[in-house]
C-alpha cells in the first residue's frame, strides 16, 4: 500500500509570483484535504476535495485553489504569493470525506516566499 | 467556531516515565472527534490515538492513553513508559462527527522532549 506522497519538498518563490504543489493520496482514498502550517504553530484547513470536487474550506482566500484528479490524487495553487504564504503544506487523505475515517498525512512541501 | 488549546509549548520526560500533555478545547456540538497527533522532526504527521465524544470510555493505544473529561472539555494524553522515539510535536486536534467534509481543527502543539 502506497503512502501518501508530496511534491516537491522544498519550494522557494517570489512575491506575487504563482505556485503548484502537488499531492497523491493513498491507494483507495478518494479524499483528499489541505493544509497549511506556519513555522511554531498547527496545520490549518485550507480546503478538502472529494470525487474531483471542493466539499468543504477554511478561511483562505480565492487565490488559494485546488484540483483534483480521476486518480484522485490533487493539486493546491496559490495566487500572488504573500510572505506570509511561507509555510509547510500538507495534505491528507482519507477513504471518505465523513465519518471517523483517519487521515493520512504525506510528508508536506516547505515553501519559502521572500 | 471550534478551538483547541494547548498551554504547554514545551515538555520534558526522562525516558521510561510517565507524562502527561494538555487538551482543552471549545464547542457547542455534542458529538465530535478528539484526536492527538505526533510529527517528529521532518517526518510526516501521524494519528496517536481518537476519542469519540459519546464514548464515555477512554481510548488507550498501547502506551498511550487519553482521560476524557467531556463537561470540562478537557483531552489529555498519557505517555507511559516514555521512550528516545516517542520525543516530537503533539497536536490535539478536534472534528465534528456530523457534516461532509473532513475540517480539523489543531491546537498550536506540544513538543515534548525524552532526556535518556
Given at each position: 500500500e502506497t503512502g501518501v506522497t508530496q511534491s516537491p519538498t522544498h519550494l522557494i518563490k517570489t512575491r506575487g509570483q504563482q505556485v503548484t504543489l502537488r499531492c497523491s493520496s493513498q491507494s483507495g482514498h478518494n479524499t483528499v484535504s489541505w493544509y497549511q502550517q506556519a513555522l511554531g504553530q498547527g496545520p490549518q484547513f485550507i480546503f478538502q476535495y472529494y470525487?474531483?470536487?471542493?466539499n468543504g474550506r477554511g478561511n483562505f482566500p480565492p487565490r488559494f485553489s485546488g484540483l483534483q484528479f480521476p486518480n484522485y490524487s490533487s493539486e493546491l495553487n496559490v495566487n500572488a504569493l504573500e510572505l506570509d504564504d511561507s509555510a509547510l503544506y500538507l495534505c491528507a487523505s482519507s477513504l471518505d470525506p465523513s465519518g471517523g475515517y483517519e487521515q493520512y498525512f504525506g510528508p508536506g512541501t516547505r515553501l519559502t516566499v521572500t | 467556531?471550534?478551538?483547541?488549546?494547548?498551554?504547554?509549548?514545551?515538555m520534558s520526560v526522562q525516558e521510561a516515565e510517565t507524562v502527561t500533555l494538555s487538551c482543552t478545547y471549545d464547542t457547542s456540538e455534542s458529538d465530535y472527534y478528539l484526536f492527538w497527533y505526533k510529527q517528529p522532526p521532518s517526518r510526516q504527521m501521524i494519528l496517536v490515538i481518537r476519542?469519540?465524544?459519546?464514548?464515555?470510555?477512554?481510548?488507550?493505544?498501547?502506551?498511550?492513553?487519553?482521560?476524557?473529561?467531556?463537561?470540562?472539555?478537557?483531552?489529555?494524553?498519557?505517555?507511559?513508559?516514555?521512550?528516545?522515539?516517542?520525543?516530537?510535536?503533539?497536536?490535539c486536534a478536534y472534528r465534528r462527527h456530523s457534516g461532509g467534509y473532513q475540517k480539523v481543527t489543531f491546537g498550536i502543539g506540544t513538543k515534548l522532549q525524552v532526556i535518556p
Open positions: 470525487r474531483e470536487e471542493e | 467556531a471550534q478551538t483547541v488549546t494547548q498551554s504547554q509549548p514545551e476519542q469519540e465524544a459519546y464514548k464515555q470510555q477512554n481510548a488507550t493505544e498501547n502506551r498511550f492513553s487519553v482521560n476524557f473529561q467531556k463537561a470540562a472539555k478537557s483531552f489529555s494524553l498519557k505517555i507511559s513508559d516514555s521512550q528516545l522515539g516517542d520525543a516530537a510535536m503533539y497536536f
